[in-house]
C-alpha cells in the first residue's frame, strides 16, 4: 500500500487549493481515505474522510462548508478541494488509508495504518 500527497503550497487567505493522493496496492471502491493535517505546536487532526464503498464523508466543523473530498476511481486517486482558506489551515496535510475501516467517521478519529508523506499547506498574506 502506498500513497502519494501532492498540490500543497502557498496561498492568500481566501484563496483555493486541490490536494491529491495517489494511490497504490488498493483500490477505491472500499476502504476510507482521508486527509489529516499537522499545525505548527497542534496536534493532528482528522480534516475529511471518505468512505469508498457509499461514498459517506466526514468532516471536521473547522473546514465543514469550505473542504470537499472526492475521488476518481479510473485514476486510483483522491481528492481534497480546499476553498476559502484560512491562516489556521496551515499545516503539513498528509493523506491516509485503513483497509480494514470502511467508516468515513472511524477513520477521521482514529489513526489509520497507511499513510502518505505530508505536503505543506500555508495560508499567508
Known amino acids: 500500500v502506498q500513497l502519494q500527497a501532492s498540490g500543497g503550497g502557498l496561498v492568500q487567505p481566501g484563496g483555493s487549493l486541490r490536494l491529491s493522493c495517489s494511490v497504490s496496492g488498493f483500490l477505491l471502491n472500499r476502504p476510507a481515505v482521508g486527509w489529516f493535517r499537522q499545525a505548527p505546536g497542534k496536534e493532528r487532526e482528522g480534516v475529511s474522510c471518505l468512505s469508498t464503498w457509499n461514498d459517506i464523508t466526514h468532516y471536521s466543523d473547522s473546514v465543514k462548508g469550505r473542504f470537499t473530498i472526492s475521488r476518481d476511481t479510473a485514476k486510483n486517486t483522491f481528492y481534497l478541494q480546499m476553498d476559502n482558506l484560512r491562516s489556521d489551515d496551515t499545516g503539513v496535510y498528509y493523506c491516509?488509508?485503513?483497509?480494514?475501516?470502511?467508516?468515513?467517521?472511524?477513520?477521521?478519529?482514529?489513526?489509520?495504518?497507511?499513510w502518505g508523506k505530508g505536503t505543506l499547506v500555508t495560508v499567508s498574506s
Open positions: 491516509a488509508a485503513d483497509l480494514g475501516h470502511s467508516s468515513s467517521y472511524a477513520l477521521c478519529t482514529t489513526s489509520p495504518s497507511d
